[in-house]
């Protein structure tokens, strides 16, 4: 009662009262602050584990860039790659490494302590339960690649929030912004489509693992990339046609994967800006892949209802990109989304509820938000047009 009723937190004059909930994690945010609560903590053998895991959660929020960059030095190494095979020798691994012995034990060391590698028999090296999930992963390992941009722009994170200009990723996303996002040249889309060919076949997954792509003849992939993910879904579903829409650049290379893949007799590739151009009619499935969260309300609005146009009563639009809502689960998912758009200049992650008065606002009814095996990395939101 005592540490409650002690004003903590001045209040401005005029402020509504706090809540008790508020006054009690005042008064939690008091004690914890004190230095002498937490030797208290850590000296008293019961709350010792508690004391050491809630020190370690804040040690690695602080360590966050160097534990990222670690990663990124196994990545450009290619340590898993060379570890795939079976455990190697430090001598082996300085050699392909080429790395001074003694700077090779530092990183191994590092991804050890990070679960990428494990000391193995005889002073060997082999893969770490999270070494072995990356190895193989090309998107993943581009993604970690990409990450460099991400941090060039969050070198100066307040900056950023006070709306300084656009750059590395704005740049690397050219649409996000441009006035005439058709006429950008191939030279400008080539290198995030390539980006997003190599991380969509663990998006697809997630589609084909939980969506019945039996049920449908026709997909419309609306701002489908070079076709990577109609390509997957027409190798899960052997019945489906395929329509691919992106911006001209863009789908002149879905053309060239169809052809090279020997698709073209059930998937073509049309040009246009998805927001102003009409859409292709026909198809009894239109999916958006990774492309709401680009782009702010006004936006998203303009192109649902341009969807919402060319969609017949019955045919099914599905939403697949990561949730606000799951960043309840792992609060970081959230807080890493919403920074790369902001940086990237627009766009923002949105919670399911947030998604669905968007799809309402523009004519969509018997919104569901379905089960996926790694919201993380994407649910699913089914929609049909409204009366
Ligand atoms: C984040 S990428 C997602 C690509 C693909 N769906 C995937 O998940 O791999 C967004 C895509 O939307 C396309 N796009 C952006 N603005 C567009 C516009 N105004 N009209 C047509 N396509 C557009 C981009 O070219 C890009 O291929």
Redesign the pocket.
């Known amino acids: 009662v005592a540490v409650l009723s002690r004003p903590d937190l001045p209040m401005p004059v005029g402020a509504p009262p706090l809540s008790w909930r508020d006054r009690l994690l005042g008064a939690r945010d008091g004690l914890l602050a004190r230095p002498q609560f937490q030797r208290f903590v850590a000296r008293w053998p019961g709350l010792r584990p508690i004391a050491r895991r809630r020190a370690a959660d804040l040690f690695d929020l602080c360590a966050g860039f160097i534990y990222s960059q670690v990663l990124l030095a196994c990545v450009r190494l290619r340590l898993f790659d060379h570890l795939a095979s079976g455990p190697r020798t430090r001598d082996e691994l300085a050699s392909l490494l080429q790395l001074a012995p003694e700077r090779l034990d530092l990183l191994l060391e590092a991804a050890c302590g990070l679960g990428l590698v494990q000391r193995r028999s005889r002073g060997r090296w082999g893969l770490g339960a999270r070494g072995a999930a990356l190895r193989g992963n090309a998107g993943l390992a581009a993604m970690i690649e990409h990450h460099a941009l991400v941090y060039a722009d969050l070198a100066d994170p307040v900056a950023l929030l006070r709306g300084a200009p656009g750059g590395a990723l704005n740049r690397y ?1 050219p ?1 996000a912004t441009a006035a005439k ?2 006429s950008l040249g191939d030279d400008a ?1 080539a290198p ?2 390539a980006l ?2 190599a ?2 076949p663990m ?1 697809a997954a997630q589609v084909i693992d939980f969506y019945p792509l039996q049920r449908h003849r026709c997909l419309l ?5 070079d076709g ?2 109609l390509s997957a879904a027409a190798a899960a579903a052997p019945q489906l046609r395929g329509v691919l ?3 001209p650049a ?1 789908a002149d290379r879905a053309s060239a994967r169809f052809r090279a893949e020997r698709l073209s007799h059930r998937a073509v590739a049309i040009g ?4 102003t151009d009409r859409l292709p009619e026909g198809a009894d499935l239109v999916t958006l ?3 709401i969260h ?1 782009h702010d309300d006004a936006r998203v609005l303009a192109l649902l209802r341009n969807i919402r146009r060319s969609m017949a009563p019955g045919a099914t639009l599905l939403v697949v990109e990561p949730l606000a809502q799951s960043a309840a689960e792992s609060g970081a998912v959230g807080a890493y989304f919403a920074f790369y758009l902001m940086a990237m200049g627009s766009g923002r992650p949105r919670s399911f509820a947030q998604l669905a008065t968007l799809l309402e606002n523009a004519g969509f009814a018997r919104i569901a938000l379905h089960k996926a095996a790694m919201p993380l990395l994407a649910s699913l939101v089914t929609a049909q047009p409204g009366p």
């Open positions: 996303w649409y996002p058709a889309v995030y489509t997003m060919a991380s969509q998006i992939d609306i701002g489908g990339g990577a993910f829409f992106d911006l863009v246009g800006d998805f927001f892949v990774r492309i680009d």
